[in-house]
């Protein structure tokens, strides 16, 4: 509760009910760099349940990170109604400590999704299903540089890959320095 008023989160960060450390832990590093969103340990808690907790927390939907051989795969996001509205295929996804190992820092706040200028239509796509789910903007500029905010914020990168796919990564707005986790994009589907 701040100056008397309830925050309620855009998003809920939580994983698929069969887990790991490793998917723990990028839901732990999600949460640290995403500021408004509410992070919670599913248990054995079914679709029905998470769409209804979703509801009481009025937030947008909750994003359930899934797995494949130990590793984060899938990031479902998930409406109060129960829909999965957008799946994101992750490549792989490396964990803070393993970008940044010295930024242990919780942010206070978002300067924005980014996107590299000149980026292809499924970046820009990512970009603003992220924009939308966590109530931010979305811009494009030339690099994370560019980003001028005085405030112990994280600020969301993506860029187009040689490979095809979409790099997404978290960067300290005051100093410039990529935090992570970065994460290997593969494809986006949609369920309308």
Do not use: C
Not at 69 to 93: D, H, Q, R, W, Y
Not at 120 to 139: Q, V
Not at 151 to 177: A, C, F, Q
């Amino acid at each position: 509760m701040i100056s008397g008023r309830i925050i309620l989160p855009s998003l809920l960060i939580t994983t698929s009910r069969k887990t790991s450390n490793r998917v723990r832990s990028f839901a732990r590093d999600l949460w640290t760099v995403l500021p408004g969103t509410e992070r919670f340990n599913r248990g054995g808690m079914g679709l029905t349940e998470l769409a209804a907790r979703v509801g009481q927390s009025g937030a947008n939907a909750a994003l359930v990170i899934s797995m494949w051989k130990g590793n984060p795969s899938l990031l479902i996001f998930t409406t109060s109604t129960g829909n999965e509205v957008v799946t994101i295929k992750m490549e792989s996804a490396k964990l803070k400590r393993e970008v940044n190992p010295t930024t242990n820092t919780r942010f206070i706040g978002n300067a924005g999704v980014f996107i590299k200028s000149g980026s292809s239509d499924i970046t820009r796509e990512l970009g603003e299903i992220l924009a939308s789910f966590l109530n931010i903007e979305m811009l494009e500029i030339a690099q994370p540089e560019d980003v001028q905010v005085e405030k112990n914020w994280s600020l969301i990168w993506l860029e187009d890959m040689p490979s095809g796919k979409i790099l997404w990564t978290h960067y300290h707005s005051r100093t410039g320095v990529e935090i992570g986790p970065r994460i290997r994009v593969v494809s986006i589907r949609r369920k309308e």
